[in-house]
C-alpha cells in the first residue's frame, strides 16, 4: 500500500473519482504525429506520437482502454507528462478506435496481444537505440500483461504499467451490471454495439459484400444489455472463441501473471466499480518483478488528488517516476 496517493476530498467515492476524467478535465493539448501501422493480415492500427524525436530517447507506448482512444484524456495526460521529463511516448489506437473503422470484419477486444506483439516489433525496428516501455489502462492494462506472460524473456520492454486491470473478465463482467455501475454497463453496450454498426455502413458504402456478411451473420445487433450478452454474440464469434466463457477463461490476464519476466508495477483501487476485490490475484500469483500496489479508493483509472482548482492526477506523477526507476 503507498501512501503517496491521497484521493480528493471534494471526490467522494469511487464514482466521483472515475467519472471526474472523462467528464470534468480539461483536455491537454499536444502537438502529435499521426502514423499508420499496416498489420501482417491487412488491417491498420494508428499510432500518436509525441515528444522528443531523438534516436535514444526513452519511449513509452500508452495503450487505452474499451471505447477510448490516444485522445482518452488519461492517455494524453500521460503522454503530457512524459515529454516533460524528455522522454518520447507513442499512443495506440486499438483496431477501429482512431476514429475511422478498420478494415476487416474482427475487431479488438480483452485478449489481442498479437496486435500488441506487432506493434511492439514495429517500435523496436523504428527506434532500436531507445528504451522501451508500455503502459496499458483497463483493457490495455489486461492486453499487456497477457503480452508480458505470453512473450516471457522475450518481451522486448525495459518496464511496464498496468492500471485498473479488469484481471478475471468474468468476474469483471458480472461486477459491472451491479448498483450503479449499470449506468457503465449501458454506456458500454451503446459505443460497442455502435462500434459494430460503424464498420456495417462502412462496408455496405465500400460494397464489401464478403465482410459485412460476416457481421451480418452474427445475428441482430439489439437487445443486448450484459457483456455475457455482447461477447457472447459479437467478440467471441468475431475472434475465434467457442463462446464468452471461453474468450474470459483465454484472455484473462490473471492466469498469464505468474510467467511476466518483465519489471512490472500494477495500480488498482479496492473501490474500483468495474472489478471485485477477489479477482486481483494474489501476492503468490505474482511474478518476482512485478509490484502490486493497492490502494483503498481510487475508483477506475481515477486516482484523483488536490484541490477543485488544481487537480493533481497521481497516474501521471507516479507512472513516469516508476519508469524512471528503471532506466
Known sequence: MSSTFKPAWWLPGPHLQTLWNPMCRKPPQLARTRERLWLADGDFLDLDWHGPQTANAPLVLVLHGLTGSSSSLYVLGLQQALAARGWASVALNWRGCSGEPNLLPRGYHSGASEDLAETIAHLRAQRPMAPLYAVGYSLGGNVLLKYLGESGADSQLQGAAAVSVPFRLDQCADRIGLGFSRVYQAHFMREMVAYVQGKQRSFSDQGQADRLSVLERLGPLDGMRTFWDFDGRITAPLHGYTDAADYYARASSRFYLGRIQTPTLLIQAEDDPF?????????????????????????????????????????????????????
Do not use: C, K
Not at 505474482?286 to 500496489?293: K, Q, V
Open 275 to 327: 472489478v471485485f476485490r477477489h479477482s486481483l490475484p494474489e501476492p503468490a500469483e505474482l511474478a518476482p518483478g512485478t509490484e502490486l500496489e493497492l490502494h483503498a479508493h481510487g475508483g477506475h483509472v481515477g486516482f484523483v488528488a488536490g484541490t477543485p482548482w488544481q487537480p493533481d492526477y497521481y497516474l501521471e506523477r507516479r507512472i513516469p517516476a516508476w519508469l524512471a526507476g528503471l532506466a
